[in-house]
């Protein structure tokens, strides 16, 4: 949401760091002042840096990015099918041309993603069972392969071992 915020106040930022007022307050300053300023000066002018934001604001902008970092960053705290559930989500995003991202760029980032979600942690039976039974996406169309996996956690769960 920060950087939302800074995509649309950029223009103030740029109008500030060519002010004539603050350009002569930042020439009666300590060197190191100075070169922070000129850093800062560079940053904003710097067209390739307004579009790097604008590029992670389109990357992040999907409500269920949004949702998903609340969740774990949050005091709320998440379970298991929220979290799954956001991830499939991603997935999908991930899938499709991303407008001002190079399309072989989105390719490598999803097979990271998958990467990590088939080898790696977020993928599990015992998720895609949780995911199944979480009210927020049980109304959602389930592949094979999920209604299996949720079916097995099921009946391995309804032992009388469990």
């Known amino acids: ?30 060197t190191e ?18 579009k790097v934001a604008k590029l992670a604001i389109t990357l992040l902008e999907p409500v269920y990015v949004y949702r998903l970092l609340r969740l774990t960053d949050g005091k709320l705290g998440a379970n298991l099918a929220k979290i799954y559930g956001y991830l499939l989500q991603i997935d999908e995003h991930f899938r499709e041309p991303i407008n001002g991202l190079d399309d072989r760029v989105r390719q ?21 069972a949780a995911y199944c039974l979480e009210p927020e996406f049980c109304r959602r169309q ?16 309804a032992t009388e071992e469990h």
């Open 1 to 30: 949401m920060m950087l939302m915020r800074y995509v649309n106040v950029h223009f103030v930022l740029d109008k500030l760091v060519i002010d004539k007022e603050y350009t002569e307050w930042l020439a009666k300053q300590k």
């Open 33 to 50: 002042m100075k070169e922070k300023g000129a850093e800062t000066k560079r940053i904003v002018r710097d067209d390739n840096h307004l």
């Open 108 to 128: 490598k980032m999803h097979v990271l993603f998958m990467a990590r979600w088939e080898y790696l942690y977020l993928h599990s039976p015992v998720m895609t």
């Open 142 to 157: 389930l592949s094979s392969d999920e209604m299996k996996e949720t079916k097995a956690v099921l009946k391995q769960m």
